[in-house]
């Protein structure tokens, strides 16, 4: 039983233009979303995060959006470059739960042509 | 910050062996949690680490264990080894509370073991 899941397992982007990474989860305990990026042979790196109280998270090129009675959360990266390709991973969270332990879906491969 | 170490980076295993994956948690960081990342698969949460006590675990069978040392560095041990145990073990350290944005999760670069 999949709690969070990123149905696109691969997305391919032209340089300079807009990705956008979609995430849904089951969860109504989940209150709390991030998002992480992994590269080959490295450990995931945290890219941004957003809190159910929020709808909207901005950094940089990278923003969050959350919709909470749909359950959806998605990622925007613009403009993209190609030190973006990845994979993407995003994980939810219950603050409440005191061990802050992430539920993560299957990752989506980000390819971002030149 | 001196980041997440883990060792050894590759294992070979043969089914019913036991295992011992390290880490060594961030500078800073009182907490450790364990994530198995099968192929094709988001990381899966094991077990997390506050203060060399057990402090959440996840859907995973009792021959998972783990430890966590007073310098805040960890163990994974699994017995029995099983085919399925195939995976990318990542260790993540943290702080409890967290201080930072995201958790302040740093993770390891994982060990990918094989069990044949």
């Known amino acids: 039983d999949q709690q969070v899941k990123q149905n696109s397992p691969s997305l391919s982007v032209q340089e300079g233009r807009i990705s956008i990474l979609n995430c849904d989860y089951t969860n109504s305990m989940f209150d709390y979303f991030l998002w992480y990026k992994k590269y080959p042979a490295e450990g995931p790196t945290f890219l941004i995060s957003?809190?159910?109280?929020?709808d909207k998270n901005e950094d940089g090129r990278f923003t969050v959006f959350l919709n909470k009675s749909a359950k959806h959360l998605s990622l925007h990266i613009v403009p993209s470059q190609p030190g973006d390709s990845a994979v993407y991973f995003c994980?939810?969270?219950?603050?409440?739960?005191?061990?802050?332990?992430?539920?993560f879906g299957k990752g989506t491969k980000l390819s971002v042509i030149p | 910050e001196t980041g997440v170490t883990q060792s050894p980076t590759h294992l070979i295993k043969t089914r019913g062996q036991q295992v011992t994956l390290r880490c060594s948690s961030q500078?800073?960081?009182?907490?450790v949690s364990w994530y198995q990342q099968a192929l094709g698969q988001g990381p899966q949460f094991i077990f997390q680490?506050?203060?060399?006590?057990?402090?959440g675990r996840g859907n995973f069978p009792p021959r998972f264990s783990g430890l966590q040392f007073p310098n805040y560095s960890s163990e994974l041990n699994v017995n029995a080894l099983e085919l399925d145990d195939s995976a990318l073990y990542l260790c993540?350290?943290?702080?409890?509370?967290?201080?930072?944005?995201?958790?302040?999760?740093?993770f390891g670069s994982g060990t990918r073991l094989t069990v044949v």
């Open positions: 680490y506050y203060r060399e006590e057990e402090n």
């Open positions: 993540a350290s943290s702080s409890n509370p967290p201080h930072r944005e995201g958790y302040g999760y740093t």
């Open positions: 500078s800073g960081h009182n907490t």
């Open positions: 957003i809190s159910s109280i929020k």
């Open positions: 994980a939810a969270s219950n603050s409440g739960a005191g061990s802050y332990q992430l539920t």
